[in-house]
């Protein structure tokens, strides 16, 4: 048996996230000034882990403020995972959110019954997102078992968090929303590893839940970092 801590992190803040726009898979662009000093302050406090692996989704956020990570641990590498990618918001990916909000409303709300296949028109239903998130998990831990690993960093995004550790950690997507987030905020959680992955059975222990003490000497407190979604 092997014990292991997973830290998954949101990345930091983009220029979206700072005109207050719905961001989904459709938008792919770099870290805002702001972003770049919110990855720093996470790769610093993550410094003294002894991180084996380090994985990010396939979207250039994640990928740059993985790197921040990355660069405090020699000898590692990155992987990308595209089903770590974040929500499809459809045919309102990257409208602002007060356009957004007559179509992502009464979607979140479907959610929030237990209609989970409920999505914007183009876009992902949480059923989705699961699926996929749940198929990468369990490489990362066959791989995490294969070879010993016992700290592992992982970077996606805001929704898709609150996917993974409801699916994980709760095993009810009706308590997502339990789950906050911020830019560059990371969630703790441990989890032995033994014979066969199968996420379903295994205990997934929430050790710290949106950890942002790194961030507090930074701009993280303006609305415009949180997401809601």
């Not at 990570?69 to 089903?83: A, K, N």
């Not at 990618?85 to 909000?101: L, V, Y």
């Not at 209609?115 to 066959?142: H, M, P, Q, W, Y």
């Not at 989890?191 to 066969?196: E, R």
Request: aromatic letters at 4%; glycine letters at 6%; hydrophobic letters at 40%.
């Amino acid at each position: 048996m092997v014990q292991v801590n997973l830290f998954f992190a949101r990345h930091g803040q983009t220029d979206a996230n700072a005109q207050q726009l719905l961001q989904g898979s459709g938008l792919n662009g770099p870290l805002s000034t702001v972003g770049r000093q919110q990855a720093a302050a996470l790769g610093t406090a993550l410094r003294s882990e002894d991180l084996d692996m380090v994985v990010a989704s396939g979207m250039e956020r994640a990928m740059e403020t993985a790197r921040h990570v990355l660069s405090h641990h020699q000898g590692l590498t990155m992987s990308t995972d595209p089903r770590l990618n974040e929500i499809s918001w459809g045919k309102m990916d990257g409208a602002s959110f007060k356009t957004a909000d007559p179509f992502l409303a009464p979607v979140v709300s479907r959610w929030d019954s237990g209609n989970f296949d409920a999505k914007i028109e183009g876009g992902e239903s949480i059923n989705d997102c699961r699926r996929r998130l749940l198929a990468a998990v369990t490489e990362i831990l066959k791989e995490v078992k294969e070879k010993g690993h016992r700290n592992v960093f992982v970077c996606m995004h805001g929704r898709v968090l609150r996917v993974l550790m409801a699916a994980l950690v709760d095993k009810d997507m009706k308590r997502m929303s339990r789950f906050t987030h911020t830019n560059c905020c990371y969630h703790h959680i441990r989890v032995d590893v033994v014979g066969d992955i199968d996420l379903d059975e295994m205990v997934f222990e929430a050790v710290r839940i949106d950890v942002r003490d790194h961030l507090k000497s930074l701009e993280v407190n303006r609305p415009e970092t949180v997401d809601s979604v």
